[in-house]
C-alpha cells in the first residue's frame, strides 16, 4: 500500500480517513550536526522511520505519512551556525495548522513523530492543547526513547542517542553514506564540558543552554563506533516500536 500522502491522489486520502487511518506527522529540525554530518539528519532519520513505521503497521491498520516538518526548535543550535530554528509560536502554529487540516478531512489518529531533542518538550505542550481542541486522540513521541531498550544493545559507547553520535552517524551511513565525512569523526567526540546536571549535581532543575557550552564542535557522543550495520539495525528497530505503539488500539482508543 502506498502511506506517502505526497504520492496519494485526493479520492485515495479520502477513503483512508473513512478507514480510520493513523496519519504519522515526522517532525524535525534543520541543524549543525558536527564536522562529518549534514544538516538534514534529524529529517533524513525521522522520514525514514516514519515511511518504515507506515509500512509495517499497514499489515494491521492503514497508516500514512505526511511530508516532514523540517524546522523546529533549534535556539539552543544557532551559535554553531547552520542551523534554521522557528520560535515556539511559529512551531505552534504550523503544526496546529496541520492537524487541523487533518481532523477537517476526517482523521482522528495522529502522531506527531519527533526527531529531534530540542522539541520534545514543545511537543508535550502542543499536544496538551490540540487534543482537547481538536477533540482527536493527537499523540506525540520521540523515536529514541520509545526504541531506549532497543537501542541501548545495539550501541557500543553511548545508551542512547545522542547528537551526531555513533547513533546519527550509523543511521546515516546506512542511509546516504556520500554525505558522511568519517575522516572529521576523531574530530566530534563530546562532550567537550559538563552538562549543568553535572555542574549543579542535580537533574531536577532547568536552565537554557547554547549547545556550545557542552560541545566546541557540535557534537555530542562517539561518531568513531558508527557503522551502517548498526544503523540499518537502529532503524528497524524504531520503526518496529513505533509501529508497535501505533498498531496498539488502547494507545488511541484509551479514555481522553
Ligand atoms: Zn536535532
Redesign the pocket.
Known amino acids: 500500500m502506498e502511506t506517502q500522502w505526497w504520492n496519494l491522489k485526493a479520492p485515495e486520502l479520502r477513503d483512508l480517513a473513512k478507514k480510520g487511518a493513523v496519519v504519522i506527522i515526522p517532525v524535525?529540525?534543520t541543524?549543525q550536526?558536527g564536522p562529518h554530518l549534514p544538516t538534514q539528519?534529524?529529517c533524513l532519520l525521522v522520514g525514514e522511520i516514519a515511511r518504515r513505521t507506515a509500512e509495517q503497521a499497514s499489515n494491521s491498520v492503514p497508516a500514512i505519512v505526511t511530508p516532514v516538518v523540517w524546522t523546529g526548535l533549534?535556539e539552543h543550535?544557532m551559535s554553531l551556525g547552520a542551523t534554521i530554528s522557528l520560535d515556539f509560536d511559529a512551531f505552534f502554529t504550523v503544526l496546529r495548522g496541520i492537524c487541523t487540516s487533518l481532523t477537517r478531512h476526517g482523521f482522528r489518529k495522529i502522531l506527531l513523530l519527533n526527531?529531534?531533542?530540542?522539541n520534545i518538550a514543545a511537543l508535550t505542550v502542543i499536544v496538551n492543547e490540540l487534543a482537547p481542541a481538536l477533540d482527536a486522540p493527537i499523540a506525540t513521541t520521540t523515536y529514541w526513547l520509545l526504541a531506549q531498550p532497543a537501542f541501548a544493545k545495539i550501541l557500543e559507547k553511548q545508551a542512547n542517542v545522542r547528537?551526531a553520535c555513533e547513533a546519527e552517524t550509523s543511521m546515516v551511513l546506512a542511509l546516504k553514506p556520500e554525505l558522511v565525512d568519517m575522516s572529521q569523526a576523531t574530530n566530534a567526540v563530546g562532550p567537550t564540558a559538563p552538562e549543568l546536571a553535572t555542574v549543579i549535581g542535580t537533574a531536577a532543575a532547568h536552565r537554557w543552554q547554547s549547545f556550545r557550552v557542552r560541545t566546541s564542535h557540535g557534537a555530542i557522543g562517539d561518531p568513531r563506533a558508527a557503522s551502517a550495520e548498526k544503523g540499518e539495525r537502529l532503524l528497524a528497530a524504531a520503526a518496529d516500536a513505533v509501529a508497535a505503539l501505533i498498531t496498539k488500539n488502547e494507545f488511541w482508543n484509551a479514555p481522553a
Request: proline residues 0%; hydrophobic residues 25%; glycine residues 24%.
Open positions: 524535525a529540525s541543524e550536526h539528519v534529524d533549534a543550535h526527531g529531534h531533542g530540542g547528537h
